[in-house]
């Protein structure tokens, strides 16, 4: 369900799509994503300042809350 959730808002703001990757890190407690997309979609995904990424991780972690577990997004180049 998060792993959906992170594709959908990634592929919504990359110009490649089919280069948006999600692999997910099962842990006790929490979880890792890590999200991979193409070298020219970097900035797009992370914004200015960081404030793409930040919104997106507060949107996981809100999600993750109500299903009881912590949710961690990496961005990965």
């Known amino acids: 369900m998060m792993k959906t ?3 959908a808002m990634a592929k919504a703001l990359v ?7 999600v692999s ?3 842990g006790e407690k929490t979880t890792v994503y890590e999200l991979r997309v193409a ?8 914004g200015k300042q960081g404030k ?4 997106m991780r507060t949107i996981l972690g809100a ?12 961005i990965l180049e």
């Open 24 to 26: 997910e890190i099962e």
């Open 63 to 74: 999600a993750g809350t109500k299903i009881g577990k912590r949710c961690v997004l990496e």
């Open 52 to 55: 793409t990424a930040r919104a």
């Open 5 to 7: 959730l992170i594709e």
């Open 15 to 21: 110009d490649k799509p089919e280069d948006v990757r």
């Open 39 to 46: 070298q020219t979609d970097l900035g797009k995904v992370i």
